[in-house]
T-cell receptor, first 110, second 116 residues
């Protein structure tokens, strides 16, 4: 089955700085890579996703890159704000299944 | 609001109790999912239903019994649980749960379950 590794497990950044979270996956058949943000007391919310035929995607302050050859993908948040503080999960989809990374707790310091 | 609701939001039960978790999606989706989220572990897929048929049972113990009466509702029946089953149980839905599914999954807020 798919194995997704996510780093770092915790990340503290100064407000206004950038945050980068990296994930690797094991199954080359995975073809869809969503990123979720989970705030306290809520379920995961999709913030951006990328499909295997695209190398990069951007949505305002959030961008995701995908390197299929190396089997890794990354989330970039620029100009971080206090409301970006949350747990972020990467995932890879292969044959119905969404396999999640262990999560990164991001803290934005004011 | 994601269009996926779950009740109850919190549940405390003894090991001999029987209880049920309910999920409802208002998105017109055809696939629904149960996940387990434990502290310091990745989300674990438990069950997948597509068009009300179970298409995945991810080696889940029989003390967890899912039911999908229609494409909008999903239940998780619980009986004789163990303390290690305490976790956040998340429901999700997507447009289609078929092979090579790349549809976005939308999550509910979860039910925080504590087994005493």
């Amino acid at each position: 089955g798919e194995n997704v590794e996510q780093h770092p497990s915790t990340l503290s950044v100064q407000e206004g700085d950038s945050a980068v979270i990296k994930c690797t996956y094991s199954d080359s058949a995975s073809n869809y890579f969503p990123w979720y943000k989970q705030e306290l007391g809520k379920g995961p919310q999709l913030i951006i996703d990328i499909r295997s035929n695209v190398g990069e995607k951007k949505d305002q302050r959030i961008a995701v890159t995908l390197n299929k050859t190396a089997k890794h993908f990354s989330l970039h948040i620029t100009e971080t704000q206090p409301e970006d503080s949350a747990v972020y999960f990467c995932a890879a989809v292969n044959d119905y299944k969404l396999s999640f990374g262990a999560g990164t707790t991001v803290t934005v310091r004011a | 609001e994601t269009g996926v609701t779950q009740t109850p939001r919190h549940l405390v039960m003894g090991m001999t109790n029987k209880k049920s978790l309910k999920c409802e999606q208002h998105l017109g989706h055809n696939a629904m999912y149960w996940y387990k989220q434990s502290a310091k572990k990745p989300l674990e897929l438990m069950f997948v239903y597509s068009l009300e048929e179970r298409v995945e049972n991810n080696s889940v113990p029989s003390r967890f019994s899912p039911e999908c009466p229609n494409s909008s509702h999903l239940f998780l029946h619980l009986h004789t649980l163990q303390p290690e089953d305490s976790a956040l149980y998340l429901c999700a839905s997507s447009q289609d749960g078929g092979p090579e599914n790349t549809d976005t999954q939308y999550f509910g807020p979860g039910t925080r379950l504590t087994v005493l």
